[in-house]
């Protein structure tokens, strides 16, 4: 070997995230090349996948792709930090109680769970080590995908790690906004704001939009797109400075929470040469 591939290999064995080999002409897989592709792996440059999930379905005043929308900003704005790639969003999944909305569309758990395994193994078979996955949409698709996650780590050796950002970053909500969020609430709103401003249509809200969900009470299909976490808390505030507040924070803090999670299973040496 010489010198020249020597020391980028040691400073990447140093610090994996701070000093990156190459950079690659693009950190997303649906723009990369086969060539470029192969480069990166055989060269062990990259090791991480981004993976953003969600579904279509009604959020209030925003799109209905709200959450393929966020994961995928998010997963961008990572990559970087995180030397990580990104896969493409995985745009359907699975919806309950807003189905019946306009513009839903709802694929069977059965077969989402089918389609996301499928998805996982391919980018555990093409060598990616840890397989993140940012998910935007709650309900039942969450212990589908962690129950495939914990499949596939235990299969293929590689390391899974399923994220509900709003879940993950809570905190953050009540930080900026001084209560609790919702679905299409304050919290999302602000998310899908500082992203798609153009996409978010105030002038077609009402507080009546808005309910929580109410205890000895289950309505099917729930009448309200925007569901707030807690009665009285959570009502979108469209603040541009909020919105703007409110994703730098939060993807701070996921970029901190991946990060961590990566480090501890390189220093437990988790998987590694498989
Ligand atoms: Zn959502």
Do not use: C, K
């Not at 980028?8 to 090349?33: C, H, M, W, Y």
């Not at 440059?45 to 966020?70: F, K």
């Amino acid at each position: 070997m010489s010198l020249f591939r020597l020391i980028p290999a040691l400073l990447v064995a140093a610090s994996p995230f701070a000093v990156e080999a190459q950079e690659p002409t693009t950190r997303q897989l649906n723009l990369l090349g086969w060539q470029e592709f192969s480069e990166i792996m055989e060269r062990g440059d990259i090791e991480t996948v981004l993976v953003p999930t969600g579904t279509l379905e009604p959020h209030g005043v925003l799109p209905n792709g709200s959450d393929n929308l966020a994961p995928q900003a998010m997963a961008a704005e990572l990559a970087p930090r995180l030397n990580a790639l990104v896969a493409p969003t995985l745009n359907y999944g699975f919806t309950g109680s807003f189905a019946a909305f306009p513009g839903n569309l709802s694929i069977s758990e059965a077969t989402y769970e089918a389609f996301v395994e499928e998805i996982f193994a391919g980018l555990a078979a093409n060598g990616f080590l840890n397989i993140i996955v940012i998910n935007g949409h709650g309900g039942g698709q969450t212990a589908v995908l962690s129950r495939v996650a914990e499949r596939i780590s235990q299969e293929h050796r590689v390391r899974t790690l399923v994220s509900n950002w709003w879940s993950a970053t809570s905190d953050i909500t009540f930080e900026v906004f001084g209560e609790d969020g919702g679905h299409a609430g304050n919290n999302e709103s602000a998310y899908i704001q500082a992203i798609a401003p153009e996409h978010v249509h105030p002038e077609r809200y009402s507080a009546d939009m808005a309910e929580a969900r109410m205890a000895g009470i289950n309505a099917y299909p729930f009448p309200s797109s925007i569901v707030l976490y807690q009665e009285g808390q959570g009502y979108p505030d469209f603040d541009p400075e909020d919105a703007a507040e409110y994703f730098e924070r939060v993807n701070e803090r996921m970029g901190d929470l991946i990060e961590d999670h990566i480090r501890r299973w390189n220093l437990a040496g988790i998987y590694r040469g498989r």
